[in-house]
């Protein structure tokens, strides 16, 4: 039997998230009932609530950062049990079968995974995301937060973190490496903390120098403005890897020319429109320029324990549902540092 539970919900686009029951479906036998205790807000659930990204599906539960305890377990789970602190990230299914899955990289499914939210399982039914107070998953797409991490900070790791992690270990970010991390947001600042631990020599790009402070802080070693026309000339040929976290279009060509020999641009933002390149940018060099869509489950699992055992975490600002319209208007004015959390206790207190 489904069971209802509370959620923020969008009825159509761009509408306010209102407070609502959704049907969660009875667990199998190998599913876990997850109580979520806090959702992050990543820029891609406003993006999608607002059918920036293409066709959605409405009535619409955003949030793929969740992190709570298991309340309950199928008959035939084996990898958690009851009061386990467990989380959930971007997708909750895949096809098990394809090469992309069979390496454990099913955030490439060949098939497609399940995402959390904005989509339909392979049984055709819709799923809803982490701004609720439950959620059923299958234990195979769920990972375990270590006992050292808060659930609030964990959150935000389940994209934001894996999504800076997966590309910076790829690309072989470490000692003797210069990493450059083109943007300080949500994903930006994750990016300055998990290279500096993983030993690079790690750069910020900013529009401007107003975090500057924070950058530093956060382990980077140099603190650039973008604005500055003398920023790409003083730097050309300077980075052996750069991130790219903007979800806005960019001179991908200025860029480029930032990287030395055999260096490489990863775009992880998504922006609106495809990119302009001149081939020459990359021929001249052998350079490259690449994409990286989060982590698998076993990356993400070793996300985790890397962030836990060097006490690596976001700078977070928790909220109340009630206060989910206006962190939304301050992530797109870029008015957070860094990234907001939601205390999904504030939902199961709220009145329908």
Not at 128 to 149: C, H, K, L
Not at 210 to 231: C, M, N, Q, V, W
Not at 283 to 302: D, F, H, K, N, P
């Amino acid at each position: 039997m489904s069971t209802k539970v509370m959620a923020m919900s969008a009825a159509s686009v761009g509408a306010k998230l209102e407070a609502t029951l959704i049907e969660r479906r009875e667990p199998r036998a190998h599913d876990i009932v997850i109580d979520i205790a806090f959702a992050g807000i990543c820029h891609s659930d406003i993006h999608q609530v607002r059918e920036e990204w293409g066709p959605a599906i409405f009535p619409m539960v955003p949030g793929h950062e969740i992190a709570g305890t298991v309340s309950a377990v199928g008959a035939g789970v084996s990898r958690f049990g009851t009061g386990d602190r467990v989380g959930v990230g971007c997708f909750v299914d895949s096809c098990r079968e394809c090469a992309s899955c069979r390496a454990g990289e099913e955030q490439y499914c060949l098939k497609t995974p399940v995402w959390t939210y904005n989509a339909r399982d392979y049984d055709g039914d819709e799923t809803y995301g982490g701004y609720s107070t439950q959620i059923v998953v299958d234990e195979n797409y769920a990972v375990r937060i270590p006992d050292n991490m808060g659930l609030d900070v964990a959150a935000p790791l389940l994209c934001a973190g894996i999504t800076l992690y997966s590309p910076l270990v790829h690309w072989g970010a470490g000692p003797g490496r210069r990493v450059a991390i083109l943007g300080m947001g949500g994903l930006g600042h994750m990016g300055v903390k998990i290279a500096s631990a993983l030993g690079a020599e790690v750069s910020v790009l900013s529009h401007t120098l107003s975090k500057r402070e924070d950058g530093l802080r956060f382990g980077a070693s140099h603190y650039y403005a973008t604005s500055d026309p003398a920023t790409f000339s003083d730097l050309a040929g300077s980075f052996d890897l750069i991130v790219n976290t903007l979800s806005v279009n960019i001179d991908v060509d200025a860029y480029l020319d930032l990287l030395a020999l055999d260096g490489a641009m990863v775009v992880v933002g998504l922006p609106p429109d495809p990119y302009g390149l001149k081939v020459d940018a990359l021929a001249s060099m052998r350079r490259s320029l690449a994409g990286s869509s989060i982590g698998g489950i076993r990356e993400t699992q070793e996300m985790l324990d890397f962030c836990a055992e060097r006490a690596i975490a976001p700078e977070i600002e928790m909220i109340s549902v009630a206060n989910i319209g206006s962190a939304y208007d301050r992530v797109v004015r870029s008015d957070v540092r860094y990234r907001f959390v939601i205390d999904t206790a504030t939902l199961a207190e709220t009145r329908l």
